[in-house]
């Protein structure tokens, strides 16, 4: 998290915003005391089509190996 102080945070406006899109908060100072702050805004998640899923992966083909061992070669180094 970073601070800004108030003057500085009208100058430079669009780049804070630039920097809460990338994740980072931010808190405005006013006589070096916090007032307010800078956080990305929480966008609904659309809900799953399970049907749509469904129809998806059964097209899929099947993998050679399972989640675990996957995640182990990959952990691992291994070319997979």
Known sequence: MSAV???????HLSELV??????DSID???RGKPVARL???ARPR???????LQSLT???PL???DAADLVRSMRDGDRF
Do not use: F, W, Y
Not at 5 to 11: G, Q
Not at 46 to 51: C, E, G, T
């Open 5 to 11: 102080n108030l003057a500085d945070a009208k100058a």
């Open 63 to 65: 993998q050679p190996q």
């Open 46 to 52: 659309k809900p799953i089509d399970a049907m749509q």
């Open 58 to 60: 059964a097209t899929m």
């Open 18 to 23: 630039d920097r809460v899109e990338a994740g």
């Open 28 to 30: 405005i100072t006013r």
């Open 39 to 41: 956080t990305t805004v």
